[in-house]
């Protein structure tokens, strides 16, 4: 088997171990593992960590010079990070990197710079045809009071977010006389309100702080976590997992599905944004009972878990594919059956 040499950032979230040992098991690389991580670990470092480094913040002016540090020293071929910030950062040095022989496990720059934007998504969704959602967006305190009318609040709960914004930053959801589901709003950066008599206020320091807002009706579950490895524009790979928790935290596992109609439908969202990397879809469902584009994230899914619990290598698809080597000579229905796989939570305890 080949050596391989690869740094993997966010090492000490809670489902990572697992994923350490799964590719020490590789049937494919001999792998070398870089741990990266802001935070310490609460107890021992993994013993499927080969080396491990504490390092700032994806956002920190500091972040990049101190991984081309780490490349140098450690001789990394590959870099996978595991958070939108990392991923975004990581994007800028493309070029830097691949002068030292290290490839990024993610987009480029170009396309998580437009992914990013979810009116830039949702439109390009519209003009192809492709189920997106309903959405107003908004560029003052008019227009937005006016939208949230418009979606029928308070009779209904309707979702405000920036146009441009990750990890749940800004997401406000206005609770309407319905019953909402209990794992609405548990994002640890959203808010849920409950016909707030500042209501106002809220809204005014909202359209101040992001300037252009989208307002939506809120979507229902079930909610899935699309896999998607697209470094070649004319061949991806997509796993489809609906979660067993609609909210995706705490993690409480997956059923991988099998379904041509959804498949087909992920793959021209792949197409039609472009996508370049490593990526994490999100769908929900509309109000036709439809699994609907929600965003797409810069960076794998926290729970990829489940997609290599399903026997799917998919790091090590993702280095072959970075490597040039053909997407289709690992085909996804040599590792997975032809039928739902459950998977629980407890299944990734190490």
Not at 311 to 322: E, G, H, R
């Amino acid at each position: 088997m080949k050596n391989i040499v690869i740094a993997i950032t966010c090492v000490t979230g809670k489902m990572v171990p697992y994923v350490l040992k799964k590719l020490k098991q590789s049937k494919i690389f001999n792998y070398k593992i870089i741990g990266l991580s802001n935070e310490l670990f609460k107890d021992r470092i993994p013993i499927f960590l080969d080396s491990f480094y504490r390092i700032p913040l994806g956002e920190d002016l500091l972040y990049n010079s101190k991984i081309i540090e780490i490349v140098k020293k450690e001789k990394i071929e590959f870099i996978l990070p595991w958070s939108d910030e990392e991923a975004i950062s990581l994007s800028r040095i493309t070029e830097e990197l691949l002068i030292l022989n290290c490839k990024l496990l993610c987009g480029s720059e170009e396309c998580l710079n437009k992914t990013s934007n979810k009116f830039f998504c949702y439109e390009k969704l519209k003009e192809a045809g492709l189920r997106y959602p309903n959405y107003k967006l908004t560029k003052n305190i008019v227009e937005l009071k006016t939208a949230i009318d418009e979606f029928n609040y308070p009779s209904k709960t309707i979702v405000i977010k920036p146009k441009n914004s990750r990890g749940g930053r800004g997401v406000t959801f206005l609770a309407g006389n319905e019953n909402i589901p209990n794992w609405i709003g548990k994002g640890s950066r959203e808010t849920i309100l409950f016909k707030h008599p500042k209501e106002d206020q809220i809204l005014i320091k909202l359209i101040n702080s992001y300037k252009e807002l989208l307002v939506m009706p809120l979507m229902k579950d079930p909610c899935y976590d699309i896999d998607v490895l697209s470094f070649n524009p004319n061949n991806c790979q997509v796993i489809m997992r609906k979660r067993h928790n609609p909210a995706g935290i705490p993690f409480q596992g997956n059923t991988i599905l099998f379904n041509s109609q959804l498949k087909n439908y992920c793959q021209e969202i792949v197409k039609t944004l472009n996508l370049d990397g490593f990526h994490d879809i999100d769908l929900m469902t509309n109000e036709n009972g439809e699994a609907t584009f929600l965003e797409v994230n810069p960076r794998p899914s926290g729970s990829l878990c489940s997609s290599i619990a399903a026997n799917f290598p998919i790091i090590d698809q993702a280095i072959l594919t970075k490597s040039g080597v053909d997407i289709n000579l690992l085909n996804l229905n040599q590792y997975l059956q032809n039928e739902e796989i459950n998977l629980k939570s407890n299944l990734f305890e190490v």
